[in-house]
């Protein structure tokens, strides 16, 4: 009996000592299994960092495409701005090259137009002259002043090329109007009687004629016979008297009969 005892107090004793080998067992499990968890819960924290800084870094690195992209818009259309303004620049050099070649041409042939102008102007003068000899004597004196005032200017040091053919020029062009224009204009002729006051009337180039101032006499400038010659009174003093008054501008324009003469058969 006492045996029976004896051992079953052992068997529980050793079910007893079993029993906390197998708690103390199960603690270190868990205190192993805790620890993991730690390792864990760090790995995984570890984890969400590089992510977190990871997300951070791809939304810096949007941030900065957008704004590369947007610059780089910005400098296309200032290309686009820019090769437009270099096209019209283009065109503007190409031109101003074809003017700088035209000036570079008429620069090499100034020498030569500066030596023939002079004697361009001696024989325009001397053309002038000789024509204002040969057609009717009205302003006689002021023009042969024009033509001197011509001529000092060319004789002239101190005026400029560009002058001188200027005042030729104008001498030509004044000329040229006493062909279009018409005027009456108080003279002293000489007739074949002797000197006379009369009335100038100057049709263009193609009548001059005169009346005294009694209108007792009558005449007009005959350019083949280079004198002034008298007419019938009872033909050309009424239309010549009209013609200074229409010339004068007291009368309104009319057709009038006038002593034209024929000019001579160019040689």
């Given at each position: 009996?006492?045996?029976?005892?004896?051992?079953n107090?052992g068997?529980?004793?050793?079910?007893?000592?079993v029993s906390?080998?197998?708690?103390?067992?199960?603690a270190?499990?868990?205190?192993?299994d805790?620890?993991?968890?730690?390792?864990?819960?760090?790995?995984?924290?570890?984890?969400?960092?590089?992510?977190?800084?990871?997300?951070?870094?791809?939304?810096?690195?949007?941030?900065?495409?957008?704004?590369?992209?947007?610059?780089f818009?910005?400098?296309?259309?200032?290309?686009?701005?820019?090769?437009?303004?270099?096209?019209?620049?283009r065109?503007?050099?190409?031109i101003?090259?074809?003017?700088?070649?035209?000036?570079?041409?008429?620069?090499?042939?100034v020498?030569?137009?500066?030596?023939?102008?002079?004697?361009?102007?001696?024989k325009?003068l001397?053309s002038?002259?000789?024509?204002?000899?040969?057609?009717?004597?009205?302003?006689?004196?002021?023009?042969?002043?024009?033509?001197?005032?011509?001529?000092?200017?060319?004789?002239?040091?101190?005026?400029?090329?560009?002058?001188?053919?200027?005042?030729?020029?104008?001498m030509?062009?004044?000329?040229?109007?006493?062909?279009?224009?018409?005027?009456t204009y108080?003279?002293?002729?000489?007739?074949?009687?002797?000197?006379?006051?009369?009335n100038?009337?100057?049709i263009?180039?193609?009548a001059?004629?005169y009346?005294?101032?009694?209108r007792?006499?009558?005449?007009?400038?005959?350019?083949?016979?280079?004198?002034w010659?008298?007419?019938?009174?009872?033909d050309?003093?009424?239309?010549?008297?009209?013609?200074?008054r229409?010339?004068s501008?007291?009368?309104?324009?009319?057709?009038?009969?006038l002593?034209?003469?024929?000019?001579?058969?160019?040689?």
């Open positions: 009996m006492n045996n029976r005892r004896t051992t107090l068997t529980a004793a050793l079910a007893i000592l906390c080998f197998i708690s103390v067992s199960n270190q499990e868990i205190l192993i805790a620890s993991l968890l730690d390792q864990a819960m760090d790995v995984i924290g570890a984890k969400y960092r590089e992510s977190a800084e990871v997300q951070d870094e791809i939304t810096e690195l949007a941030n900065s495409a957008s704004s590369t992209f947007e610059l818009k910005r400098s296309n259309d200032n290309l686009e701005s820019l090769l437009v303004l270099n096209a019209g620049w065109m503007q050099i190409s101003q090259e074809q003017q700088i070649e035209t000036l570079d041409e008429s620069i090499a042939s020498e030569e137009v500066t030596r023939e102008i002079p004697l361009l102007m001696e325009m001397a002038i002259d000789q024509f204002i000899a040969l057609d009717y004597p009205f302003h006689v004196d002021e023009r042969a002043n024009r033509i001197q005032f011509a001529r000092d200017a060319i004789d002239n040091p101190d005026v400029s090329i560009a002058e001188k053919f200027r005042q030729v020029l104008v030509y062009q004044t000329e040229t109007s006493y062909g279009r224009t018409y005027e108080p003279d002293t002729i000489t007739l074949a009687n002797g000197e006379r006051d009369v100038i009337a100057r263009g180039r193609v001059l004629m009346q005294s101032t009694d007792q006499v009558t005449g007009a400038w005959d350019n083949n016979s280079r004198q010659v008298e007419l019938d009174a009872g050309y003093r009424q239309a010549v008297q009209s013609a200074i229409v010339v501008n007291l009368d309104a324009p009319k057709i009038i009969e002593p034209v003469i024929f000019p001579e058969a160019a040689q």
